[in-house]
């Protein structure tokens, strides 16, 4: 390959980029300086399986994030993330407790419990955020063989409500866990999200707030795919490397999962897609607010907006803009807005909202 002939293609595109929705902030494509870091890592040979000079780097930059301990573990997506962190922290006879509304109970197709062969224990919360209080509903019957063993309590920053953790909360949680002998592991699909809305680097609610293991997103705020199990108490873990592999998601050319995860971390294109993302959501949400008939559900505290509308002006809607039901028995939807999403996005579609419900 000759770096001085521009790049071909017989490739061709099949969408138009011009039709823009609120349905996952995973519609949105790769943020440029995404793509330019993929073609910064191409050409050239580097050592396959997670030992080249790419992953090598990204150690440096994730203990810079979360503490000298830290250490990542870049897997292909946010589902292997879960189950291959969730296998690490329990026995072959033990439970998760985590939020009904969790990601891990509804939307990994029973992944954690099949695959990862764990029992979920799953508790009903108001706005998808446990407390101890809710966590002593499962933890129990750790002496009763009848019993998954509960070892481990799974939260979710931001949640799948779009509601955040205060760091006061998580770290409640994990003094709580660990009083239990529990361990705790955040998903972290939309970590960036949730550390752009309380303004506090991402360290203050994870490794410093008592959490053992993260799932770190990239694919939600910008990367082309990719993700991270990042250990934070090397104490709370077994065989990571081992297990990575057995769970299929051992990259062979993992420098490109990576280097996206470097061009989010090095400086604070992390940050700036989240507080963009976040921004947009609450543009969405004043201007919904404005609509006589439609109620917003949660407190719009990161890149989600979750509302009540009648059920003819959603379907009406959604032929004008892509976006999901959350339960379509109560009329209620979600919105997500990404890192591309534009004020002239979140005002068209308000504005179409606006003539729906005056049909």
């Known amino acids: 390959m000759n770096p001085s002939n521009p790049p071909r293609t017989d490739a061709r ?72 962190a969730l ?36 508790v009903p919360t108001p706005d998808g955020k446990l407390t101890p209080e809710l966590i002593d509903r499962e933890a129990y019957g750790w002496d009763d063989e009848h019993r998954a063993m509960p070892q481990v309590v799974s939260i979710t920053q931001n949640t ?52 053992d293991v993260l799932s770190f997103g990239g694919t939600k705020n910008g990367a082309l795919f990719g993700e991270a199990v990042v250990v934070l108490n090397p104490d709370a873990v077994r065989h990571m490397k081992h297990l990575r592999k057995m769970s299929m998601q051992l990259a ?39 609509v006589d008939g439609v109620e917003i559900l949660h407190a719009v505290q990161a890149n989600a907006v979750f509302a009540r509308l009648p059920h003819d002006v959603s379907e009406r809607l959604q032929k004008r803009y892509r976006f999901y039901f959350w339960d379509e028995s109560a009329g209620d939807v979600r919105w997500m807005c990404s890192f591309d999403t534009s004020e002239d996005d979140v005002d068209g579609f308000v504005a179409a909202l606006k003539e729906e419900m005056a049909q």
């Not at 943020?31 to 780097?57: F, R, S």
């Not at 810079?64 to 830290?70: M, Q, V």
């Not at 921004?279 to 201007?287: D, H, P, S």
Request: charged share 20%; glycine share 10%; proline share 3%.
């Open 13 to 84: 595109r099949h969408h138009d980029p011009e039709i823009r929705g609120f349905a996952s902030d995973n519609y949105a494509g790769a943020h440029p300086e995404i793509l330019a870091a993929l073609a910064l890592a191409n050409g050239g040979h580097q050592v396959a399986y997670g030992e080249d000079d790419y992953t090598a780097h990204l150690q440096q930059l994730i203990r810079g994030h979360f503490g000298a301990t830290a250490e990542a573990f870049p897997v292909f997506n946010g589902t292997g993330a879960n189950v291959t």
């Open 87 to 122: 296998q690490a922290l329990t026995d072959r006879w033990g439970a998760v407790i985590c939020a009904d509304t969790a990601h891990i109970h509804v939307d990994e197709c029973g992944a954690p419990e099949r695959v990862g062969g764990l029992k979920l224990l799953t």
């Open 160 to 211: 799948e409500l779009g509601t955040v953790y205060t760091p006061e909360e998580i770290r409640a949680i994990c003094e709580h866990a660990h009083a239990h002998g529990m361990k705790v592991h955040l998903d972290g699909a939309r970590i960036a999200n949730a550390a752009a809305s309380l303004d506090v680097p991402m360290r203050t609610f994870t490794n410093r707030a008592g959490v």
């Open 252 to 290: 062979s050319k993992m420098r490109f999962v990576s280097v996206q995860l470097e061009a989010l971390l090095a400086k604070d294109l992390w940050l700036r897609n989240a507080r963009h993302a976040n921004a947009m959501a609450q543009r969405l949400a004043e201007g919904v607010r404005e």
